[in-house]
C-alpha cells in the first residue's frame, strides 16, 4: 500500500512528478466539469497516476486513462504518495 | 447461483418478435461490437453513423428462431449526469417513447469494473433488472486484471457473462441469459445490500468499490509493461510537434486512400450505367418514356450513385481509425488549435464526422458538455467539406483542371481547407458576437489501443452504403424525374436551322462520316433549343439575374437552386439538363461540353471555379438543417445557419467570379 509522501499540503495535479502516485484531495471546477471527472473515476480518496504533464495531462485512475488540458489539472488537487500502488 | 429460480415461460415469450433488449453501458465498452454481433447483418438501420450518439436498431435472433429488437443506445457514465444523451437513455428506458425494454443488457468494461458498476448499480434499481456482459476480459487479463464471474453474479444478483465481443466469445451464454430475461423466465432475489434509487451518489461508488474489490484478483507484475508502452504512445500521439506531424499523415492518407481506393470501383459503376442505358435505348422504342428512363432516372442516378465508393470508403477508413483509439488523442493535438478560434478539442470528432456527413457530425456534438462550445461546434459543422459534395467536387475541379490531375487534386484538397477555414472564422466571430465565451477545457477518457474491428467498419458501411442508396432511390430519383420532365416539356418544334442541318445530313452523296456529323450537330442544336424552351428553362431565366453576377447561366442557376434541397443532387440535375449530349459519354463528360443558349460553354474557368467555391460555403441540406433545429433546440439557429451560410457562399462565389474576370481568366 503507498503511503503519503513527506508533503504537508495537497498539490496541483499539473505539478506532480510523472510516475508518482497520488490520491485525489479535491476539485477546485465548475459543477459540469467536476461532475464529469467524477463519473469518469476520478471520485474523492481515488489513487492516480500521472503519466503525462504539459499539455495534455494524462493520468491513469484505476483501468481509466484519462487526458485533461493542463488548465483543468491545475484546479485538481493531489496527495502525493510514496511506492508505486497503481 | 443458490439465489436464482427458474420460472416456466409464460405467454410473454409468445410476443418475442417485437421484444426490445437495451444495450446499455460506459463510452468505449465495446457496445457496437456487441450490437453488431448480436444483430450481425440484420442490423435493420442506423440512425445515424460514426460515433454512436443515438439509437441504432437492430433485429437480434437469440435461439429458437425468435427475434428480439436490440437498441444501441449511447455510452453514458452515469444515468444522473445532466447530458443531452443521458437524458434520451433515461428516457428510453423510462418508456418515454412507447414501452420501456423488456430486458436491458449492460456491457462493462473488465478493465474498468468499479467505475462501470456505479452504472450497474443505478440500472439495478429500476425493473427490468439488467444482465450484465463483462467484455474486454481479455484486455483485462493482459493487464493482470481477472475477475470471479460468478462470485460477481451473485454479489449482484443478475446474470454476469464473461465475453471477449471482437471474437464472439461467451454469445452463445450471452443469448441464452438475454432470452431468459426477455421471456421473464429467470428471477432472482435481490441481495442485501443493493443499491436503490434513493441511494446516495458517495454509497453508490462505494458500494461499486467494494464489489469490484472482493471479485477483482489483480497480478502486481502484469500492468506497470502494458502501461509502459501506452504511456509512451500517449506521449508520442499528443506531442506538440511529433503528434500534429502524425495526425496531418494520418488524416494525409486518409483522404489519399479515399480516392485512391475509390476510383475503380467509380469507373466500374459509370462505366456499368453507360452500357445499361445504351442497351435499354436499343431495346426500347424511341419516345417520352424511353427518354424518361435513360435520360431522367437512369442519368440521375448515375450521377449520384458513382459517387458510393467514396462514401462507403469514407465510413470505412473513419471507423477503423475511432477502433484504434487514436481518436481521442488526436482531439487533443487538435485542442491546441480549435481553442483560439472558441472551439474546443471536443469538437474534433463532430468535425471530422461531418466530413462524411455533417448529420452525424451535428448529431456526436451531444458529446461536448458545455453548451456554448456545442452550438458553436453545430453551427460550424456544416462547413466541413461532407461526402454529398464530393460529387461536385469532381465535378468542378475536373472542369477547371481537365487533363491536369495534380492541380485538380490540389483545388481538391483546396476545397477542404477552404471549408474548414470558413467553419474556424466562423467559430471566432460567433465566439465575440452570439455566442460570447471561450471553450471549455478538454476532458476525454483515452480508451485503449487496440486492433481495429473490421466486422465494426463492415457493417458501418453496410448501414451508411444502404442509407446513401435510399437517399438515392427515393428522394434523388424523384428529383431527377421532376427535373427530366421540366427538362423535356413543353416540347419545342425543331427549328429551322435544325430542320436545315437534319435535311442536309439526309441529302443524297454525302458521306456516311459527313451525315452522322450533321446529324449530331442537329441533335445538339435542337436539345439546347429543347432546354431554353422547357418549363426548366423558364425558372432558371427568372432567377438566373440573381447568380449573373456570378457568372451562371439559367442551367447551372436550375442546378444550385435544386441543390438546395441536397447538394448531392447538383450533378444529377446537371446530367438531367445535360442530357441532350452525345449518348457515348460519361456522366461528367456531358456536363463538360454543355452549352450556353449562345453556344458558349456553361463552365467556363471563372464560373467553375465561382460555383466551386460557392458549393464549398454554401448551406444545401434541408436534413442538416432540420438536425442544427433538433439539436440545438431553437429555430433561430437553424435559419442563421442556412442564413449566414448561404451569405457568405454568394459573396464568396461573387469575389472569386469577378476576380477571375478582371484578371483576364473567363
Redesign the interface.
Known sequence: MASLASTTRPIPLCELQVGQPARLHAVDLDD??A???????L?SDSEL?L??RG??C?V?V????????A??ACHILVWPLNG?SI | MASEVRVAPTAETAAWATSRIALVGNPNTGKTTVFNRLCGARAKTSNFPGTTTSTRIGRGRLHKHREVEVFDLPGLYQLTLDLPEVRLVRGLLDGDKGTPPDAILVIVDAGNLARNLVLVGELLAREPRPVVCLNMIDLAARRGVTIDADALARRLGVPVVPIVAPKGEGFDTLRAELAAAVGGSVRRARPAGSPDRNTPAGDLRAWARSIAADVTKVKATAGPGMDAVTDWWDRVLTHPVLGLAIFLTVMGGLFYGLFALAQVPMDLIEATFAWVGGFVREVMPAGAVRDLVTDGVLGGIAGTVVFLPQICFLFFLISLLEDTGYLARAAFVMDRFLRPFGLPGHAFVPLLTSHACALPGIMSARLIPDRRDRLATILVAPFMSCSARLPVFVLLTSLLFANQPARAALAFAGCYVLGAGAAFLTAALFGRTILRGKAKPIILELPPYQVPSLSNALYTVRDQGLSFLKTAGTVIMAICVVMWWLSAYPRATPSAEVQALQAQASAPGITAERAAELTQEAAVLEGRQQQSHSFAGRIGRTVQPIFDPLGYDWQLTVGVVTSFIAREVFVSTMAVLAGGSDDDEGVLDKIRVMKRDDGSPVFTRATAASALVFFVLAMQCLPTLAVTRRESGRLRYALLQFGYMSVVAYIAGLIVYQALRASGIS
Open positions: 459540469g466539469a461532475g464529469l471527472l467524477d463519473a469518469l473515476g471520485t497516476r503519466c503525462k499539455e495534455p494524462i491513469q484505476g483501468g481509466t486513462r484519462l487526458g485533461v488540458s488548465s483543468v508505486s
